[in-house]
T-cell receptor
Framework: NAGVMQNPRHLVRRRGQEARLRCSPMKGHSHVYWYRQLPEEGLKFMVYLQKENIIDESGMPKERFSAEFPKEGPSILRIQQVVRGDSAAYFC?????????????FGQGTRLTVV | SQKIEQNSEALNIQEGKTATLTCNYTNYSPAYLQWYRQDPGRGPVFLLLIRENEKEKRKERLKVTFDTTLKQSLFHITASQPADSATYLCARFSGGYNKLIFGAGTRLAVHP
């Protein structure tokens, strides 16, 4: 059973371009979470999605950021018109259910560098 | 606001000693706390989950305690090894189970 797959592992974008980060959850998992991590900082929650639905996007910046988890295919985190401050590691996690006793399985992250 | 706090200072210990990391929470009483390990450049990996009615939980050389009076969880690694060097994160789900909230993590360095 493959783990959570994120791609690309590294992404370089020029200011003003768009970044698309993909996350394929573990088989059988319908809950996906996206986090951002700046160097030497903790994981900051961005958004929680179930298949075809955004459940909680309270951690997402109001502009330029969007996320989706379609019925078929991976979850996508999209950043439009990237700025240098968007440079960070973006992690995706999945779980088979919701609930406080549920562990999350993380991917290896996408490291976005904006030049 | 509900907070989960970890000691931001790195913990340096000698190989073979027991490492103890602290996670404190304020303004709420989580039913569960989770502990994760994160190595540089990699995603966090789940280690242990402890319920509020469990005073202690063990897994090999790892032990987690949960003190609801002190609002604190302690994470112990006995007989520590250099391979245990990593950042350790505690986490809990927010109300409504929509967010897994992490502490800032404590970096552990085990020296030979």
């Amino acid at each position: 059973n493959a783990g959570v797959m994120q791609n690309p592992r590294h992404l370089v974008r020029r200011r003003g371009q768009e970044a698309r980060l993909r996350c394929s959850p573990m088989k059988g998992h319908s809950h996906v979470y996206w986090y951002r991590q700046l160097p030497e900082e903790g994981l900051k929650f961005m958004v929680y999605l179930q298949k075809e639905n955004i459940i909680d996007e309270s951690g997402m910046p109001k502009e330029r950021f969007s996320a989706e988890f379609p019925k078929e295919g991976p979850s996508i985190l999209r950043i439009q018109q990237v700025v240098r401050g968007d440079s960070a590691a973006y992690f995706c996690a999945s779980s088979p259910r919701t609930g406080t006793d549920t562990e999350a399985f993380f991917g290896q992250g996408t490291r976005l560098t904006v030049v | 606001s509900q907070k989960i706090e970890q000691n931001s200072e790195a913990l340096n210990i000698q190989e073979g000693k027991t490492a103890t990391l602290t996670c404190n929470y304020t303004n709420y009483s989580p039913a569960y706390l989770q502990w994760y390990r994160q190595d540089p450049g990699r995603g966090p990996v789940f280690l242990l989950l402890i319920r509020e009615n469990e005073k202690e939980k063990r897994k090999e050389r790892l032990k987690v305690t949960f003190d609801t009076t002190l609002k604190q969880s302690l994470f112990h690694i006995t007989a520590s090894q250099p391979a245990d060097s990593a950042t350790y994160l505690c986490a809990r789900f927010s109300g409504g189970y929509n967010k897994l909230i992490f502490g800032a993590g404590t970096r552990l360095a085990v020296h030979p």
